[in-house]
């Protein structure tokens, strides 16, 4: 089966957050995410998304 984005484990990592900031990041809508076969999947275009835009806002301080 090929995936289709990375598991919110993944994303936590690669943003250096806990997996309930995660989860929270998704429930506001800030890091859109979908199921899959059961299982919650980011795609890493979202992750890019987000990483971008934090970056902005950061860079306006």
Known sequence: M???GISPTEAARYLH???SSLYTLMQR???P???ING?????RGA???YCARKRNT???W
Not at 39 to 43: A, E, K, L, P, Y
């Open 39 to 43: 299982f919650r999947v980011i795609s």
């Open 17 to 19: 957050i806990s997996q």
């Open 33 to 35: 995410s979908q199921r």
């Open 58 to 60: 950061l860079e306006q």
């Open 47 to 49: 992750l890019m998304d």
């Open 29 to 31: 809508g800030q890091l």
């Open 2 to 4: 090929t995936q289709r």
